[in-house]
């Protein structure tokens, strides 16, 4: 477990504010709006919850699942107990339980490689009634520049660029695609400074996607980002599919 997702699950929103995905997120809830009424959705990864928090408020009967349960109990404080479950993409279960499932920022890439990664979206196709839909956003390790960025934001108590997250991503030779996030969370008022290296597997938004098509999935689109436009330089596109209807 990385201890970005565990024992620094509270300052989570602090590098990596709600609003900082508002757009990927609206690109979700038009999904969902469009899927059902209410929309079942599960959001495999969901960390703090940002995104069950803004389904929720639009009517959507969002649940999601973490496999840290440290982000877990961030979640439930935002949401509630029982919108947020500890539970692995890798022992999803449920059986046309859903109209759209997704997993953003990248958590499908913490998968061990393509064997898992096939295993997770047949998972997640059995959970899709009919007619369902995946949305997946995946790191692309082509489209990745080794650039080491910065962001900086308000500290606990609101005072400016009091948090400094510093995260670089870097392609790795080798089989599945591997990728590597550098991240450093400091915080000066709380006089925490952390440094943190992810392994990511299948950063590939076209291998995922033909995992998707072999699993059955229809309509497979890969996405550059919430606009909808072609893959041409996005380090993290969406993988878009349909459940199709018959079943393999
Ligand atoms: C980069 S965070 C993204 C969180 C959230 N989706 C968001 O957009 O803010 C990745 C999340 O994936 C979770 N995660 C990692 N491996 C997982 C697994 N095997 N199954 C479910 N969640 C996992 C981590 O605990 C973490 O909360």
């Not at 477990?1 to 609206?26: V, W």
């Not at 107990?81 to 759209?100: N, P």
């Not at 990248?106 to 393509?114: E, I, V």
Request: proline share 5%; with cysteine.
């Amino acid at each position: 477990m990385y201890r970005l997702f565990d024992e620094l699950a509270l300052r989570y929103d602090l590098h990596t504010p709600p609003d900082h995905y508002r757009h990927d997120h609206a690109f979700v809830l038009e999904q969902a709006a469009a899927l059902g009424s209410p929309c079942r959705l599960l959001d495999v990864g969901c960390g703090t919850g940002v995104l069950l928090e803004k389904a929720r408020q639009a009517g959507v009967l969002a649940t999601g699942i973490d496999a840290s349960p440290a982000m877990i109990r961030v979640a439930e404080a935002r949401v509630g107990t029982g919108a947020a479950a500890v539970g692995r993409m890798q022992d999803i279960d449920d059986e046309a339980a859903y109209d759209l499932v997704v997993s953003l920022s990248w958590t499908l890439n913490y998968c061990s490689g393509r064997a898992e990664l096939v295993d997770v979206l047949r998972r997640m196709r059995r959970a899709l009634r009919p007619g369902g839909r995946v949305l997946l956003q995946v790191a692309h390790a082509a489209h990745v520049d080794g650039r080491l960025m910065e962001d900086r934001e308000p500290g606990p108590t609101g005072e400016p660029d009091d948090v400094v997250f510093l995260y670089r991503f870097v392609r790795l030779d080798g089989e599945d695609w591997p990728m590597r996030a550098e991240y450093v969370y400091a915080c000066k008022s709380l006089n925490e400074l952390t440094h943190e290296l992810h392994l990511l597997r299948m950063a590939d938004a076209h291998a995922v996607a033909t995992c998707a098509s072999e699993v059955g999935f229809h309509d497979v689109q890969v996405y550059d980002s919430w606009r909808r436009d072609p893959l041409q330089g996005s380090p993290s596109p969406f993988v878009s599919a349909v459940h199709g209807v018959a079943a393999r």
